[in-house]
């Protein structure tokens, strides 16, 4: 069965970076997609950018541009997420979810558990 | 970016009901729309895809119309492990932008 398993919660302090790590088992890891979403509490969902685990290409939704990196390590099928410059507004939980890879499929039919990352000082 | 708004963003209904729930996306997309259902600390769950497609395991209460910028959401008998919050997402184009999710309660 497949399953998407996020690392732990984090603490970190403001203008650190956090790397959420997110661990796929249970099909080709390289046949999909990784994609990082973000809720805050009582928030909509809001998508962060993704990875074609296959080819290693990333995009990233503008907002989060320049302080967002997604990688990926086929060895271990596991997708990553780091973020800089952290905020207080960064506060929340991170998801990673599955997608295809091509028009059309870009939606999520398997979801991590979960990462609460919290920035405080 | 295009923006979603799904109405109402709350619904009181009762097991039995028929409940629907509409998004609309603010310029076309086709019918790359997807729904998911989410329970309070757990993640959300694909309910349909394609606007109309129900996902795999998912029940035949549920379903999906619309095309191009007004989709529906529709579950034809309530149930109590229905009670969740609802949100659509757009795949049409990036960034991928869901809505503000509705929020089914018990009446």
């Known amino acids: 069965q497949v399953q998407l398993v996020q690392s732990g919660a984090e603490v970190k302090k403001p203008g650190a970076s956090v790397k959420v790590s997110c661990k796929a088992s249970?099909?080709?890891?390289?046949?999909?997609?990784i994609h990082w979403v973000r809720q805050a509490p009582g928030q909509r969902l809001e998508w962060m950018g993704w990875?074609?685990?296959?080819?290693?290409?990333?995009r990233y939704s503008q907002k989060f541009q320049d302080r967002v990196t997604i990688t990926r390590d086929t060895s271990a099928s596991t997708a990553y997420m780091e973020l800089s410059n952290l905020r207080s507004e960064d506060t929340t939980v991170y998801y990673c979810?599955?997608?295809?890879?091509?028009?059309?499929?870009?939606?999520?039919?398997?979801w991590g558990q979960g990462s609460l990352v919290t920035v405080s000082s | 970016d295009i923006q979603m708004t799904q109405s109402p963003s709350t619904l009181s209904a009762s097991v039995g009901d028929r409940v629907t729930i509409t998004c609309r996306a603010s310029?076309?997309?086709?019918?790359?729309l997807a729904w998911y259902q989410q329970k309070p600390g757990k993640a959300p769950n694909l309910l349909i895809y394609?606007?109309?497609n129900l996902e795999s395991g998912v029940p035949l209460r549920f379903s999906g119309s619309g095309s191009g910028t007004d989709f529906t959401l529709t579950i034809s008998t309530l149930q109590s492990d229905d009670f969740a919050t609802y949100y659509c997402?757009?795949?049409?184009?990036?960034?991928?932008?869901f809505g503000g999710g509705t929020k089914v309660e018990i009446k």
């Open positions: 979810a599955r997608s295809g890879t091509v028009g059309g499929t870009i939606f999520f039919d398997y």
């Open positions: 249970g099909y080709t890891f390289t046949n999909n997609g």
């Open positions: 990875i074609n685990a296959g080819t290693g290409n990333a």
């Open positions: 310029q076309s997309i086709s019918s790359w």
């Open positions: 394609k606007a109309s």
């Open positions: 997402q757009q795949y049409n184009s990036y960034p991928l932008t």
